[in-house]
């Protein structure tokens, strides 16, 4: 408990958890009105401010509380079509991604995590999607390159998105098919990093202050969607994406 109490006494007394738990607030509403966002915005922002070693193992804690919040009302809405077998291979491809992880040098993969998110932002703000159609091996192969990301850096969601979100479905489902996939990777994305010993006190301490946070706002974001128009929305979303994105590649 010792070692416990002076993580979290240490946290208290550091400014950055203070920019955790703004960049927290702001993922929940995110991801709570989107069903994405936690990924992107918290791996790059808790790896610039504790590297990636501490601050993905503590996002993809975050990601499997917030997944299991959202899962029941959008488990009926999603299409489990299309969702499972991404979901399915992304599961497998999940531990390999997660040996790189472990094994990578942390300063070139937060950069390359950094990178990725600006990338993505671009991508989402230039109006790009699939336009093609959705048969079973391409599900598959999006799933399996969602997996290895998701172990790598803790962000499975750019792939996917781009690739559902060219879909000719509501902005309802497209957000339920979101959070379902979330909901079956966030499960064995913990696993591997709990199983090399990076899920210790160090990150127990940040859970301990971040985690209520962002369980907090989520249901604000799931509110918002119901009044707040999409467009509004998408414009600050890409603007935050892109500026965190640029941020953790050049810090």
């Known amino acids: 408990m010792g070692g416990f109490g002076a993580e979290v006494a240490a946290l208290l007394g550091d400014w950055r958890i203070l920019v955790a738990i703004a960049v927290t607030a702001l993922a929940g509403i995110m991801r709570g009105y989107s069903g994405f966002g936690t990924a ?77 998110v600006l990338v993505f932002g671009l991508l989402l703000s ?64 913990v696993i591997p990093p709990a199983l090399a010993g990076l899920i210790g006190w160090a990150v127990a301490a940040k859970l301990l202050l971040l985690l209520p946070v962002l369980l907090l706002c989520v249901p604000i974001g799931a509110r918002l969607f119901h009044v707040i128009p999409d467009r509004w929305y998408r414009r600050l979303a890409l603007v935050f994406l892109v500026a965190t994105g640029a941020i953790t590649l050049l810090a």
């Open 40 to 116: 992107v915005l918290l791996a790059p922002a808790y790896s610039v401010l504790w590297g990636p070693r501490i601050g993905v193992p503590v996002m993809l804690v975050m990601e499997l509380f917030v997944s299991m919040q959202l899962l029941p009302k959008a488990f009926g809405q999603a299409d489990r079509r299309v969702i499972l077998p991404i979901g399915a291979a992304a599961v497998l491809c999940t531990p390999m991604g997660a040996f790189i992880l472990i094994t990578a040098d942390q300063d070139l993969l937060r950069r390359f995590i950094g990178g990725f």
């Open 126 to 189: 230039s109006g790009w999607r699939y336009h093609g159609s959705r048969p079973l091996p391409l599900n598959v192969a999006v799933g399996g390159v969602a997996g290895l990301l998701k172990g790598a850096t803790g962000i499975s969601g750019p792939p996917v998105i781009l690739y559902l979100l060219a879909g000719p479905e509501e902005a309802r489902r497209h957000r339920a098919n979101l959070i379902l996939f979330f909901a079956t990777i966030a499960v064995i994305s």
